[in-house]
């Protein structure tokens, strides 16, 4: 018998996002995150619930369980069209790196050109997944002393993704919640970082 998903209170009333859910549940099974080995699906659904308690559309909510499904799983944008229409797959477009652009300095660029052109809902959905990713990094550290010392070329390209990410959402909407916790959590990993727990 398969087992059932993980169904987020959040979610229960909400059965676009609810239909997101299981789809992505789906192309996701037996991915995990790096950061902590978790079932992947745990971080869009950390975006969708960021957008959900800010006040966020449907739309967007499903749209944030949606977003890394193009990027991470061999669906394309017309499956997502098809099953939640054409405003949450052109949000999901938005949130969709172009593969063709091989340097990641660039293909991240590129990303947040193309976010600051989609507009409002678009950016919101940027923030809500950049405080996720910030608060991964700040898990991991905390397992990991050294990981934030500036020697993993990964870490620190990742770390200057997210500091050009906030200051493009400044621009864009600075007064966003999710714009200013963005801002909180970065000046938070810099000022407090995590110290890795001794060993029980």
Known sequence: MPEQPF??????????ARDALAFADE????????SDEAPFILHP???AALLQIT??????VAAGILHDTVEDTPVEIGAIEQRFGGRVAALV?????DPRIDAY????????????AFGEEATAIYAADK???VRELRAQAGRDPDLLGGQDEDVRRRLEHYVESLAM????TASHPLVQQLRFELEALRALPPRASSPV
């Open 45 to 47: 659904l950390e975006v």
């Open 7 to 16: 169904v987020p209170s959040f979610v229960v009333g909400l059965p676009l």
């Open 93 to 97: 477009a938005a949130m969709t790196e």
């Open 131 to 133: 405080v996720a990713k």
């Open 169 to 172: 959402l400044e621009e864009e």
């Open 105 to 116: 300095q660039e293909r991240k660029a590129a990303l947040r050109r193309q976010i600051a």
């Open 27 to 34: 192309l996701h099974r037996g991915q995990r995150r790096s």
């Open 55 to 60: 006040g966020h559309s449907e739309a967007a």
